[in-house]
């Protein structure tokens, strides 16, 4: 690990590093925002850890997220996964901030259900301009959940203890999902834009030939002209035209193929080469996972 990367790997590591008590728990904590401390001497530093972030605060409180930076607002949650950078910008002393922020290690939900499922809840892998904006009565019910995780680590901890916090954390993240598709219908306006945006992007990146020099079209090209992150554009995408991001570039795709087969008699790995493909065994896949047929088949039919 780089000398100017610091790597929280526990949460008792966690809670000394930011002037903070012993935990009460070893795999979770809800660490109120007013008590936390850093000094100068980390500012300019990255943070990485080992743990699931949720965080709601009234400003940045000196932390820059991945790539961007956020001025917090009353309201706003912000998620990050496991071994995401964030960057210490300046000092900061107890009460400086308010709001709290919930880490739980992966060890705590490891054999549960939420360990199967945590992989649906994109949110943890958008950028931190991506945050969720809760209503103030969301806001209440994030709140809520927020006491009861706390309330439950604060007992003494029994055979019953990682179940019930699983639940709660599950719970907090199916409202939180909940609130997201929430917050995609009330800008649906704009997201309608941003979708026929897409498809004119879409549409020029073969007119203009990116294809032959950038491969066939990705997910991450799209989003990035975009400002977004892949999961959000995706996610969102999906709200809006019922169909993922993927789903619609590989239907584009089968439809410049169709053309290509119909009209030339080029073989069929020139074919899938001038629409980007590196490999012709690829293509042949693609099509045939879309039509039913392979492309040589379509050609005979056609």
């Known amino acids: 690990m780089a000398t100017n990367i610091i790597e929280f790997k526990t949460i008792s590591q966690l809670h000394q590093q930011l002037g903070l008590a012993e935990p009460k728990h070893p795999l979770i904590t809800v660490i109120d925002a007013a008590e936390m401390e850093i000094s100068d001497q980390y500012v300019g530093l990255q943070m990485m850890s080992d743990f699931y972030m949720i ?14 930076s956020f001025d917090f607002a009353e309201g706003v949650l912000v998620f990050s996964a ?18 709290w922020m919930l880490f739980f290690h992966p060890d705590l939900i490891r054999g549960s259900h939420l360990q199967e499922n945590i992989k649906d809840f994109n949110f943890f892998n958008y950028e931190v301009f991506e945050a969720l904006h809760l209503s103030s009565d969301e806001e ?5 959940c927020i006491r009861d995780i706390k309330n439950e680590y604060e007992q003494r901890i029994d055979n019953h203890s990682r179940r019930v916090l699983v639940s709660f954390i599950d719970l907090l993240l199916s409202h ?4 997201y598709e929430r917050q995609f219908n009330t800008r649906s306006t704009q997201n309608q834009d941003l979708v026929q945006q897409f498809q004119s992007d879409l549409e020029a990146y ?12 990705s ?6 002209k975009a400002a977004l992150s892949q999961h959000y554009f995706s996610d969102l995408l999906k709200k809006e035209s019922g169909r993922a991001a993927k789903d619609h570039i590989n239907d584009f795709i089968i439809e410049k193929a169709k053309d290509q087969l119909r009209n030339t008699r080029n073989p069929i790995s020139t074919v899938a080469y001038e629409l980007g493909f590196n490999y012709p065994h690829y293509f042949t ?3 045939k996972s879309k039509t039913g047929q392979t492309p040589l088949e379509f050609r005979n039919l056609n």
């Open 55 to 68: 965080s709601m605060k009234d400003k940045s409180c000196g932390l820059e997220y991945g790539r961007n």
């Open 82 to 99: 496991p071994k995401q950078l964030s960057t210490i910008t300046n000092t900061i002393n107890k009460g400086d901030v308010s709001g």
């Open 140 to 144: 209440k019910i994030v709140n809520h």
């Open 176 to 179: 939180s999902l909940r609130f």
């Open 206 to 217: 073969f007119k203009e030939e990116k294809h032959l020099d950038l491969g066939a079209p």
């Open 219 to 224: 997910i991450a090209y799209f989003a990035e």
């Open 285 to 287: 896949r693609l099509f």
